[in-house]
Structures are given as C-alpha cells and as structure tokens.
C-alpha cells in the first residue's frame, strides 16, 4: 500500500488516483496482461487454491450424486419450510452475478472509464455466479433430468407449463441472463484471443486460441461493427440485469406470505444484487491484483469507486429494511405486525439482527476516507456485506414461511450437512471456475486497456 | 528493406505498416481521398477515426438488432398467447385466457434475448467471420496488429491498384514500411 500513499491526502487536497499507472504504451499493456497467461509461471497459489476448491467441487459432485440417488428430502427445508438453502442460495449467487453485467454494461454506457480493467473479470464472475445459481432450483425439481419440461415444447402428455407463474417468468430470465451474459464475455474476449494467438509461442496455444479467436484481424470494418454490436448488447443487458432480479423478488412477492408479498421488493431486490456484487468483486480483485501484481490497472481507485457503490446501494437495502418494517406496522395487518415481531424477537432473531450489523451498520464505516482508502478494512467489510446479503435471503425465505397464518402450521427449520455440503461445494465450484479463468484467459480486457493508453487518441491537424 | 521486394504475382495487395494511431489514420485518409476503394485498415483497438477515414460511415447492426428484438418479443408474445388461448386453456385463478399483463415478463426476456442473440451472430455474420485463414496474415509484422502496430491495405483487386505506382504512394504517407502481401 505504500507505493499508493498520496502525501498531499495529508493536506487534505482531494486528488484521484489513476485508473492506469503512468508509463503505459499499447505494448507494455499487451504484455503485462497477456504474460499472465502465455509466459509467467502459474504462482503456488493458484496451485493450491485450485487444489482446494477442487476438493470443494469433489465434495458437490458427491453431495449432488446423493441428492439425485436419494432425493431432495435429504436437505432440512420440509413443510412449513418448502424453500431454504436451494433458494437463498439461487438468490445469492444470481445477486452477486449482477454486479458483472453492472460494472460491463451500465458503467460503459456511462462512460465510466474506470470500469474497463475490471469488467472481463466481473463478467466471468457473473457468469460462474449463474452457473452455481442455476444448479440450485434445477437440483431442488428433484428429477433434474426432467429440467426440459419447464420449457414449452410440443410433447405427447398433451400439457404446456404455466406463463402466470413467476416461476416460469424466472425461468426465461434466468436462461436469457446466462446466455446474454456468455454471449457478451464472448464477444468482449474475440480480439484479446486474437492477441494470445498471435502471441503464443506454442503450437498448441496458437492452434486453441486461433479457432477460438474466429480469425480476428482488427479491421477497421469489423471494429466499427464490433463496437456497434457491443453497445447495443452493453444498452440490451442494462434493462435485463435489472428485470432479472425483478422476476426473482416476483417469485416472492407474488406471493401471499407476509414477509414476500410486498411492493418494494423489486428495487431493493435490484440495489441487493448490486451491492452483494460489488462486496464480491472487491473479496475476489483483492488478492487477485496483489497476487499478479496488477496494481498498475486495477489502482486503488477502482477499490474507493467500488466502495462509494456499496456504500450507496447499502443504503438502498438498509432504506428497504426500514421499509419493511414501517410497513408492516402501517399495514395494521395483524400477520405482517406478527411476521415483522418475529423477525425482531422469533427464535431467529440472532440472524435478523446479525443481518442488520453486516449489511447497514458495518458498511456506514465506509464514509469515513481513511476506511475507504485501507485496502485491508474494504476487504473485511466486503465479507461482512457477502455474510449479510445471505442473511438477508435467510431472514426473508424460511423466516417468513416457517411462522405464516396458522400456529398449527408453524414449524421450525433447520438445514442438514448436505445443505451446507451443497452451499459450500457451489463456494469452490465458483473458485474453481474463476482460477481456470485467471489461468487461460486475460483477466483484463486488453484491448480496452489500449485505448486508455496515452497516445490511444487520434491527434486532429489541421488540413 | 523497403526497397528489397520480392516481385511473386498475384499478390493479394500493399500493406503500409504504422507505429501510432494517428499517421495510421491520417496514411488511411489519403488513400481514401486519393480514390482507392478497395481498401482496409487494421489495429489493435477500436479506432473510429479509422474506419471514418476509409470510408465506413454506417453499419447496419442497429438495424439487425432491432430486427432481433421484434422477432424475439413477438415469439414470446405469441407463443404465451398461443399456448394459454389455444393450446392448452386452463383456468387459473379465473383470470382470462389472454391474461397479458402475466405475459410482459416473458415477452420482455425473448425481446432481449432475440436482440443480443442477433447482434452477436449478426456482428459475426457481417464481418464474415470465423474465417480462419485471411491472406493479410501473410504481412510481415502482421501478428503485431493485435499488439502494437496499425496497418493500411490496399487490395490488387482495386481498380487504380498498380504495383510500383501504388507502393509509391504508400511510402510516402511516412509508414515504417510497405510490403506484399501474398495470396
């Protein structure tokens, strides 16, 4: 951290740090970048971490093989409590994807060019997220091999699925956010593999990255097409990361349960998603910039600027919790005025309140500068943000189900190993994923970086 | 260097190769103006003034795009409509068989996933890629346009082409060199 200690902070005068180091050329970028991939070689640690999360991933394939052989039943949630991990989980990991499509689209329609050496590695990010979200409802059918009847295809039992549920709508966007998500990381990768094809040194290398690179040769022609088609896919994944969140509060809100059925849930379901995302990015872009020494691109002001959104979308939940609780008391509704008592003093008071340090009293340190500027106290409250938006899902699933209208239906839930087997394993699958990802491709869009290269600019004279 | 070519008809045309993005657009521009239609620029990031200067104005991918998404929102709609009225119409909750405002989500997913799909494939499709094998792979230096360099072509194909008169020209817009490229 010394190298970025900025002595006129002492003084107060308010300066920015760069988005990319001085000394930069269109060379060194592509070099730096494309070395982590081509020529250095693969750091201890990413031996080990590759070693543990795969024990974790062996531990989910063991726990998924059990399910799929025994049953959903070998999970805790049981009635009153349908819904638990299968769906906090789903819901978490979808929220921390959101944060990907975020920091790539809405950021790049903003013009905030600080986003550019973090938005390939949010977009991975995103989509390993929604590939362990997905696992969760697809293993919670109970026959996942049947998954293709939720899809509407002609079929001799004579049946359609249900278009009024909120289910069914979760389904569309859940498959059209992972494809949108796969398709746009796709085409942000073409001419960075074009660069390792060109670049790789053995055959091997420029066989794999050449066929996956499509023959990318930067014509003026494509580009001009290419960046067409990434704004316009960057302008299409903006309104769809906001309704993909929308339809996952629907699958509660919808509903009649007090604790789900209520109006605010999309936009505090959305700036959720936000928030636990960017609490992810800063848990993953920690170590990832110390360990490859890309402090150069991913300067601190990516950290500060990443903190200023939690610190606002944290307000945003924390607006939506008092919400919650102002209505159900304005409701004059005895079973929300009960849901919300529950809440506070219910046998999982402790996960209630645990929410409320984690996600709106830890994080208001972040008004302070010299909190915001310790690389160290981001990272600790971007875990303390990651535990909280689970608790959040925790307070809002199975605390509402499990005390609803009936006292005779009221019941308690607790999960079993094979709960947080399930959690855990998604953990490492996610981890798995991600260092393959460090590991074969360039975590940082190079030719994005390029043009913030001084000199990138076209220098008009006069004709 | 420069001088030293190796005369192997037909060649595919005349690369200029520049080190900065800003004789590279200026070196495209003169082509242009001097009325060379048969030509192409490479670099290793988006230069709009680049593709300006050769002459590429519009593309049509807004209008691809949209197509995508007209196409994607209306299968949605219908297909919903299509199963709720026709199919298979079961009451639920006695609401109507074309219960549309239930139907928005749907549609609004198969709007955008219509509209990406198009842009991307379409985006490929334009360009004509993958194409696996181009002759301008051939230019020396060539594998550094993904790197560092920005490069001018001139195809034999073009009606003003001619060998010797056309590297002339090139050399002078200050390249760091010109070459053949092969076939």
Known sequence: MERYDYPHEDVGIHTTPAVIEPGHTFGTVTDKISSIVLRKRTPMAWWIGLALSFMLVNMLMGTITHLVLTGIGIWGNNQPVGWSFDIINFVWWIGIGHAGTLISAILLLLRQSWRTSINRFAEAMTLFAVACAGLFPLLHTGRPWLAYWLFPYPNTMGIQPQFRSPLMWDVFAVSTYATISALFWYTGLIPDLATLRDRARSRMGRIVYGMASLGWRGSA???????????????????????VHTIVSFDFAIGIIPG????????????????AGFAMVLTLVIPLRKFYGLEDFITDRHLRNSAKVMLATGLIVSYGYM???????????????????NRFFG?????????????????????????RHSTLALFAIAMFVNVGMWLERFVIIPISLHRDFLPSSWGMYSPT????????????????????????????????MRTMVPGAQIKEEQQ | MAGKRKVRPPTYGLMAEFDNPTAAVAAARRVHEEGYTKIDAFSPYPVEELSEAIGVHKTYMPHVVLAGGILGGLAGYLLQYYV????????????????????????????????????????????GLPEPYHPVFNAPNFALASRDRFFVLVESTDPK?????TAEFLRALGPREVTDVEH
């Open chain 2, 84 to 127: 709720h009225v026709h199919y298979y119409a079961i009451n639920v909750g006695g609401k109507p068989f074309h219960s549309w405002p239930a139907f928005i989500p749907v549609t609004f997913e198969m709007t955008v996933l219509g509209a990406g799909l198009f842009a991307v494939f379409g985006m490929l499709a334009m360009n």
């Open chain 1, 323 to 341: 919400m919650e609780t102002w209505t159900a008391w304005y409701s004059a509704n005895t079973y929300e005025e009960f849901m919300m008592r």
């Open chain 2, 161 to 165: 082409f001619d060998r010797e008169r």
């Open chain 1, 347 to 371: 046998p999982y008071a402790l996960f209630y309140w645990a929410l409320i340090l984690c996600n709106v009293i830890v994080p208001q340190f972040l008004w302070v500068r010299r909190v």
């Open chain 1, 260 to 275: 789900w059925h209520a109006t605010i849930f999309p936009p505090y379901f959305v700036a959720g998603a936000i928030y």
């Open chain 1, 417 to 448: 190993i094979f709960d947080f087997s399930m959690f855990f394993g998604t953990i490492g699958l996610f981890f798995f994923l991600m260092l393959l990802f460090l590991r074969f491709l360039p975590v940082i869009s190079i030719f994005e």
């Open chain 1, 221 to 243: 022609r494509h580009w001009a097409r290419y960046e067409m088609a990434y704004l316009l896919l960057a302008g299409l994944s903006t309104p769809l990361v906001l309704s």
